[in-house]
C-alpha cells in the first residue's frame, strides 16, 4: 500500500488521474493480499491441530454452571449427567470445543460481572490447551420474548415490536447497544436477529419474534440489526435458513412442513436473507424445517445440501459461517439418529454443530465419519476455516478477555436504558380507541383495576406483567388495584375482577394470545358488562384484538417486557403519542379472509 501510494503522489498530473481511477481496484487487490495473508496464517494454525482438536472446532455446546471452574453442585451433577464432565474448564479438555453456548436455564447468565468472569475462564481454560484456541461464546439474545442475558442489562423491545416502530435507526441503535454489551460480557456471537417473515398468525414458534409479514420492511429492519450489532463487534446470526415464517408447527417438538412454491420462497423468505448477507452477516443460523419445493428429498433443511450449499452458498453468494439450530431439537431428529444428524449437517455445508443432545455421540460419530472416508480432513479444515476468520474477525485471536471495569462502564448504563425507554415508545400500536377512551387522564380515572395474565418473565425482567402496569401507572400519579388473573381464569377468579371492578374507575386488562375457547375472553366481556371503561393490552400477540371485537381501547406492546409495558402505559396516559403501525395483517377471527387490521394499521391522538 505505502509503495503505491508514494508512486501516485510522484506521478504527474495526467499519469495521477489514469492510476486515481484504478484506486478501487488497488485497494480491492490490497484486501485480497490481506485475506490471502491472513487465511495463510489460519491454515497454519490449522495444520498443527489433531483430528480430534479440529473436530472439536465444530461443535458450539452448552454447559452448567455460572463459573467455568466452580459450579454449584447441582450444576456439575447436570453436567456429568448429560456431558459426562464436571464443569466448564473439563468439557474443553476432554472436547477441545470451538464453542460455548450461555443459556439462562444452565445458570450462565446470573449477573453481568459473573458473566464476564465465566467467559474468562472458558477462555483461559481453552488456551491453556495444548494449540489452545480462544472460544467463540454464544447466545439467543433476540431481545422481545427470547433474551438469555436479564437485568440489569439493557433489554430492548423485541422483532416484532420494532417493526411496528418502522425506524431502521432504532433497530440499528437496539442493535449497536444490546451488542456493546454483550462484547462486554464476552459474548460476541448473538443468535439474532431473526430473517423470518411471519406470514402465518398460527405460527407458534417464531410469532412476535419476527420483524413482521412484509418481506421488503423485515428485509430493512434485518440488515439494520446487523449492522447495529456487527459495528459493536459482535458476529450477528440471521435466523432460521430458509425461513420459518409460515409454519403452525413448532420445530422444538415436531418437524414442520414449509408448502411454499420456489417462486413463494423468493418472494416471501428470501429477501430478508439477502440482505442480511449484503449488510455482511457474519453467521447464519439453519431452520429444521423441509421446504420439499427447494429439496424434494424430505430432509430438514439443516442437513440438505441442495438448501445449504446449493442455494445459500452457491445461489446467495454467501461464504460465512453456517451454524445450526440446536441439535437436540425433535425437528432434526425425527428422520436420522443423533449418531448420523451431525455427519449429514457436515455434508450439507454447515460449519457449526449447535449444542447436540449427546455431544460423545455425535464427536464421535464426526471422528468416525473422517476415519472411514463419509468426510474428509479437508471437508472439516472448511469450515474450521470459516470459524477462525470469524474469531480473527471479532479480535478472540488478539485478546479474548473482558474486564470488570468494561462492565462497569457498558452494560445497564443510564443512557443505554434511556434509548430502550425511547425506541419502546415509538413501537407501542394503539389498534382501537372508540369514543375517545384514551389517553386515560389521572383526574377521571384515578382509581385503575390491572388484571390479565402474567406468563413468566420472557428475559429475566423484572415481572409480573400486571406489577410492571401498575408500578407504571402509579409513578404517572394514578391509583392502581392488582389482580393476577392468569392465561386461564377460573370462574371464580373471574367473579372477583368482576366484583373488583366496582370501585375502579377504569380497567386495564393485559390480554396473552386469547383463543376462541379462551377463558381471558369470558373474563374481558364481564368487565365491560360492569359498564366500566375497560382498556385491553395485547402483551404478546396483537391478533389477541379480533378474539375481542367489544373492547373500546386496544394497545399491542408485542410482549411483557418491563420495557415494552411501562412504554405502553405512558402511551395510554397520554405522556407521548401511539406511533407504532401493525407489522402484520389481524384477520376476523371467524373468517380470516376478512382483514380487520391492515399492515401499516395505527391510531394517533
Same mark, same amino acid.
Given at each position: 500500500?505505502?509503495?503505491?501510494?508514494?508512486?501516485?503522489?510522484?506521478?504527474?498530473?495526467?499519469?495521477?488521474?489514469?492510476?486515481?481511477?484504478?484506486?478501487?481496484a488497488?485497494?480491492?487487490?490490497?484486501?485480497?493480499?490481506?485475506?490471502?495473508?491472513?487465511?495463510?496464517?489460519?491454515?497454519?494454525?490449522?495444520?498443527?491441530?489433531?483430528?480430534?482438536?479440529?473436530?472439536g472446532?465444530?461443535?458450539?455446546?452448552?454447559?452448567?454452571?455460572?463459573?467455568?471452574?466452580?459450579?454449584?453442585?447441582?450444576?456439575?451433577?447436570?453436567?456429568?449427567?448429560?456431558?459426562?464432565?464436571?464443569?466448564?474448564?473439563?468439557?474443553?479438555?476432554?472436547?477441545?470445543?470451538?464453542?460455548?453456548?450461555?443459556?439462562?436455564?444452565?445458570?450462565?447468565?446470573?449477573?453481568?460481572?459473573?458473566?464476564?468472569?465465566?467467559?474468562?475462564?472458558?477462555?483461559?481454560?481453552?488456551?491453556?490447551?495444548?494449540?489452545?484456541?480462544p472460544?467463540?461464546?454464544?447466545?439467543?439474545?433476540?431481545?422481545?420474548?427470547?433474551?438469555r442475558?436479564?437485568?440489569?442489562?439493557?433489554?430492548?423491545?423485541?422483532?416484532?415490536?420494532?417493526?411496528?416502530?418502522?425506524?431502521r435507526?432504532?433497530?440499528?441503535?437496539?442493535?449497536?447497544?444490546?451488542?456493546?454489551?454483550?462484547?462486554?460480557? %464476552?459474548? #460476541?456471537?448473538?443468535?439474532?436477529?431473526?430473517?423470518? /417473515?411471519? =406470514?402465518?398468525?398460527?405460527?407458534?414458534?417464531? $410469532? @412476535? +419474534?419476527?420483524?413482521?409479514?412484509?418481506p421488503?420492511?423485515?428485509?430493512?429492519?434485518?440488515?439494520?440489526?446487523?449492522?447495529?450489532?456487527?459495528?459493536?463487534?459482535?458476529?450477528?446470526?440471521?435466523?432460521?435458513?430458509?425461513?420459518?415464517?409460515?409454519?403452525?408447527?413448532?420445530?422444538?417438538?415436531?418437524?414442520?412442513?414449509?408448502?411454499?412454491?420456489?417462486?413463494?420462497?423468493?418472494?416471501?423468505?428470501?429477501?430478508?436473507?439477502?440482505?442480511?448477507?449484503?449488510?455482511?452477516?457474519d453467521?447464519?443460523?439453519?431452520a429444521?424445517?423441509?421446504?420439499?419445493?427447494?429439496?424434494?428429498?424430505?430432509?430438514?433443511?439443516?442437513?440438505?445440501?441442495?438448501?445449504?450449499? %446449493?442455494i #445459500?452458498?452457491?445461489?446467495?453468494?454467501?461464504?460465512? /459461517?453456517? =451454524?445450526?439450530?440446536?441439535?437436540?431439537?425433535? $425437528? @432434526? +431428529?425425527?428422520?436420522?439418529?443423533?449418531?448420523?444428524?451431525?455427519?449429514?449437517?457436515?455434508?450439507?455445508?454447515?460449519?457449526?454443530?449447535?449444542?447436540?443432545?449427546?455431544?460423545?455421540?455425535?464427536?464421535?460419530?464426526?471422528?468416525?465419519?473422517?476415519?472411514?472416508?463419509?468426510?474428509?480432513?479437508?471437508?472439516?479444515?472448511?469450515?474450521?476455516?470459516?470459524?477462525?476468520?470469524?474469531?480473527?474477525?471479532?479480535?478472540?485471536?488478539?485478546?479474548?478477555?473482558?474486564?470488570?471495569?468494561?462492565?462497569?462502564?457498558?452494560?445497564?448504563?443510564?443512557?443505554?436504558l434511556?434509548?430502550?425507554d425511547r425506541?419502546?415508545?415509538?413501537?407501542?400500536?394503539?389498534?382501537?380507541?372508540?369514543?375517545?377512551?384514551?389517553?386515560?387522564?389521572?383526574?377521571?380515572?384515578?382509581?385503575?383495576?390491572?388484571?390479565?395474565?402474567?406468563?413468566?418473565?420472557?428475559?429475566?425482567?423484572?415481572?409480573?406483567?400486571?406489577?410492571?402496569?401498575?408500578?407504571?401507572?402509579?409513578?404517572?400519579?394514578?391509583?392502581?388495584?392488582?389482580?393476577?388473573?392468569?392465561?386461564?381464569?377460573?370462574?371464580?377468579?373471574?367473579?372477583?375482577?368482576?366484583?373488583?371492578?366496582?370501585?375502579?374507575?377504569?380497567?386495564?386488562?393485559?390480554?396473552?394470545?386469547?383463543?376462541?375457547?379462551?377463558?381471558?375472553?369470558?373474563?374481558?366481556?364481564?368487565?365491560?358488562?360492569?359498564?366500566?371503561?375497560?382498556?385491553?393490552?395485547?402483551?404478546?400477540?396483537?391478533?389477541?384484538?379480533?378474539?375481542?371485537?367489544?373492547?373500546?381501547?386496544?394497545?399491542?406492546?408485542?410482549?411483557?417486557?418491563?420495557?415494552?409495558?411501562?412504554?405502553?402505559?405512558?402511551?395510554?396516559?397520554?405522556?407521548?403519542?401511539?406511533?407504532?403501525?401493525?407489522?402484520?395483517?389481524?384477520?376476523r377471527?371467524?373468517?380470516?379472509?376478512?382483514?380487520?387490521?391492515?399492515?401499516?394499521?395505527?391510531?394517533?391522538?
Open positions: 500500500m505505502h509503495t503505491s501510494r508514494r508512486t501516485l503522489l510522484a506521478a504527474t498530473a495526467g499519469a495521477a488521474a489514469a492510476v486515481a481511477g484504478a484506486a478501487p488497488l485497494a480491492g487487490n490490497a484486501k485480497h493480499e490481506d485475506k490471502n495473508r491472513e487465511d495463510k496464517r489460519l491454515r497454519a494454525l490449522i495444520s498443527r491441530m489433531t483430528l480430534e482438536e479440529k473436530v472446532q465444530l461443535f458450539v455446546m452448552r454447559v452448567y454452571g455460572h463459573s467455568a471452574t466452580a459450579p454449584d453442585q447441582a450444576d456439575i451433577d447436570a453436567n456429568l449427567a448429560e456431558i459426562g464432565v464436571r464443569t466448564a474448564a473439563e468439557l474443553i479438555a476432554k472436547y477441545r470445543v470451538g464453542g460455548i453456548i450461555y443459556f439462562g436455564w444452565a445458570h450462565n447468565t446470573r449477573a453481568p460481572h459473573q458473566i464476564a468472569d465465566l467467559s474468562n475462564g472458558i477462555q483461559k481454560a481453552s488456551l491453556e490447551q495444548p494449540r489452545g484456541l472460544v467463540l461464546i454464544s447466545t439467543d439474545q433476540e431481545h422481545g420474548i427470547v433474551a442475558v436479564g437485568t440489569p442489562a439493557t433489554l430492548f423491545p423485541g422483532a416484532m415490536a420494532l417493526g411496528a416502530g418502522r425506524s435507526t432504532d433497530a440499528r441503535t437496539a442493535g449497536r447497544i444490546a451488542g456493546a454489551e454483550l462484547r462486554a460480557m %464476552g459474548i #460476541l456471537q448473538d443468535y439474532a436477529p431473526v430473517a423470518d /417473515v411471519n =406470514v402465518n398468525p398460527a405460527n407458534p414458534v417464531i $410469532g @412476535v +419474534r419476527s420483524f413482521g409479514a412484509d421488503e420492511a423485515v428485509a430493512g429492519l434485518v440488515a439494520a440489526q446487523v449492522k447495529g450489532y456487527q459495528g459493536a463487534g459482535v458476529a450477528a446470526t440471521s435466523k432460521h435458513f430458509p425461513g420459518h415464517g409460515d409454519t403452525e408447527t413448532d420445530s422444538h417438538y415436531g418437524f414442520p412442513v414449509i408448502e411454499h412454491t420456489e417462486a413463494q420462497w423468493a418472494e416471501l423468505d428470501a429477501p430478508p436473507f439477502k440482505a442480511a448477507i449484503a449488510a455482511g452477516i453467521s447464519i443460523m439453519t429444521h424445517i423441509m421446504v420439499p419445493a427447494l429439496d424434494p428429498a424430505g430432509d430438514p433443511a439443516t442437513l440438505s445440501r441442495p438448501i445449504l450449499t %446449493g #445459500l452458498r452457491e445461489r446467495l453468494g454467501y461464504d460465512g /459461517v453456517v =451454524v445450526t439450530d440446536s441439535l437436540g431439537m425433535e $425437528g @432434526v +431428529r425425527t428422520k436420522y439418529g443423533d449418531d448420523r444428524v451431525p455427519v449429514l449437517a457436515l455434508k450439507a455445508g454447515v460449519d457449526q454443530l449447535l449444542n447436540p443432545p449427546k455431544l460423545d455421540v455425535a464427536w464421535n460419530a464426526v471422528l468416525a465419519a473422517v476415519r472411514g472416508g463419509e468426510l474428509t480432513e479437508a471437508r472439516l479444515d472448511e469450515s474450521i476455516l470459516r470459524v477462525l476468520r470469524l474469531k480473527a474477525k471479532l479480535g478472540l485471536l488478539k485478546d479474548p478477555y473482558v474486564t470488570g471495569r468494561g462492565v462497569d462502564r457498558t452494560v445497564g448504563i443510564p443512557s443505554h434511556k434509548a430502550a425506541v419502546a415508545e415509538r413501537t407501542t400500536t394503539l389498534l382501537v380507541n372508540s369514543g375517545g377512551l384514551l389517553p386515560l387522564s389521572r383526574r377521571t380515572h384515578t382509581k385503575v383495576l390491572v388484571v390479565g395474565a402474567d406468563p413468566a418473565s420472557p428475559s429475566g425482567t423484572t415481572g409480573p406483567p400486571t406489577t410492571v402496569l401498575a408500578n407504571a401507572l402509579t409513578e404517572l400519579g394514578f391509583t392502581p388495584t392488582v389482580l393476577s388473573t392468569g392465561t386461564a381464569p377460573s370462574a371464580a377468579t373471574i367473579a372477583k375482577a368482576v366484583a373488583a371492578a366496582g370501585d375502579a374507575d377504569a380497567v386495564l386488562v393485559g390480554t396473552y394470545n386469547v383463543t376462541a375457547a379462551s377463558a381471558q375472553r369470558t373474563l374481558v366481556n364481564q368487565l365491560l358488562a360492569t359498564g366500566r371503561p375497560v382498556v385491553a393490552l395485547a402483551i404478546r400477540n396483537p391478533y389477541d384484538v379480533a378474539q375481542l371485537p367489544d373492547v373500546r381501547a386496544y394497545l399491542a406492546s408485542y410482549s411483557w417486557t418491563d420495557v415494552e409495558l411501562r412504554a405502553a402505559v405512558r402511551v395510554l396516559a397520554g405522556r407521548v403519542g401511539p406511533r407504532g403501525r401493525l407489522p402484520v395483517p389481524v384477520q377471527a371467524d373468517d380470516p379472509a376478512v382483514v380487520l387490521y391492515p399492515v401499516g394499521h395505527g391510531l394517533t391522538y
